[in-house]
């Protein structure tokens, strides 16, 4: 399985951001989808997950009411839209792939698979 994940940039505090996470190699309708983050000089967090179904979206406290996380299982994709975004956000962004199977939740340990990352960078 490979992820590639795009659609990082520059972007000012409240703006929006779409990132794409695009999927192969593999059977995309057997995995949990989620990304996680990572800011400079600090631990990888968890941000959003999708089921395999796309109909149970689950958000870290600080990405609700800002951020979406869905899925699209004809083309392989899961997406992040990223609204009223804020130097806080600013991280490298990582999408992951879980075994529906196996309940992956929060915890990056939970995944079996990650993209690359793309960097997100919020300006004040």
């Known amino acids: 399985v490979q992820l590639q994940a795009s659609g990082g940039g520059l972007v000012q505090t409240g703006g929006s951001l779409r990132l794409s996470c695009a999927f192969s190699g593999g059977t995309f309708s057997d995995y949990d989808m989620a990304w996680f983050r990572q800011a400079p000089g600090k631990e990888r967090e968890y941000v959003a997950r999708v089921n395999v179904y796309g109909n149970n979206q689950y958000y870290a406290r600080f990405a609700e009411g800002r951020f979406t996380i869905s899925r699209d299982n004809a083309k392989n994709t899961v997406y992040l839209q990223m609204g009223n975004v804020t130097p806080e956000d600013t991280a490298v962004y990582y999408c992951?792939?879980?075994?529906?199977?196996?309940?992956?939740?929060?915890?990056?340990?939970?995944?079996?698979?990650w993209g690359q990352g793309t960097q997100v960078t919020v300006s004040s």
């Open positions: 992951a792939a879980g075994l529906h199977w196996s309940s992956p939740t929060a915890s990056a340990r939970g995944y079996q698979y």
